[in-house]
């Protein structure tokens, strides 16, 4: 790693155990990470030491899909720390070790799949005006009835929020039992119910960023009821051995709002927080809001969307 790399994620992990995280003297802060992601792992630990002296960084072998559960051991850990911050190859923003660590009063961010290209952009914002937006993109949904999506690739999607609380994830962890992902931007949503056809022209889960083709699903019932892709489909059937239908719930809605990412590059932690796109994910939706559990959340990245709440267009960041 050359000095401008190691400088580079230095001044990025500071940004996210001072201002993300406010990490204080005296708080207890654990860095959960695994071989892949240990670059970074080891950034935010080493940030974490200037400010107190009860830090520690555990690692584990990689899961093998997003929203695995981490070694038991690891779960209890992190029920245990004041801050938690996860920078893994797998994502753990939606499993019962990360909500648990929540509702044990830990303040807890997650950096699923993060590269240390990500890691240095995607935390070099603002995050009070992204904040702001997220804010501002909250006001113009709560409440509504219905949502509808749009977009030039194919997308028609209407979901009902139902009695489904819209959160906000900032970047801003500062109280107990706060969760969000770093890098962060946007305001999302558990649907109650959504029917409709999803055509994904950005970023999906596990390609990356798919350059020029598309991913195509259909939602029934709140149920992806056909998928166009194989390997997703794969994936899928998969989760759906050990948990049947809840593999193929329509888990979230969520819209950007970090006008700091300015095109997308691949990777889903980053893509989905720019400004004026949209993603809907597959699969488990219990850490969100909803009651779905399931081994697997897949997010895909929708380009050019136009937003409607009960009808009305609402106005995206960076339009």
Known sequence: ??????????????????????????ESCLVVTDEKRRAIGEALYGAARELTDDAAIVRYPPGDQHGEEPPGTVAVAMREADVV????????SHTRARTRANEAGARVATLPGITEAVFTTGLDADYGAIAAACERIERQVAGAEEIRVTAPAGTEITVEPGDREWLTDTGIVHEPGEMSNLPAGETFLSPANADGRVVVDGTMMPHGLLEGRTVEFTVEDGQVVGMSDGAIADQLATAAESVGDAAYNLAELGIGANTAVTELVGSVLLDEKAAGT????????????GDTEAPVHLDGIVTEPTVYADGEEIQLPGR
């Open 1 to 26: 790693m050359s000095d401008r790399t190691g400088a580079g994620l230095e001044a990025a992990a500071r940004t996210a155990v001072d201002q993300c995280m406010d990490l204080e003297n005296g």
């Open 85 to 92: 911050l996860c920078p893994t190859t797998k994502s753990l």
């Open 278 to 289: 949209v993603h809907l994910a597959i699969g488990d939706d219990a850490g969100i809001g």
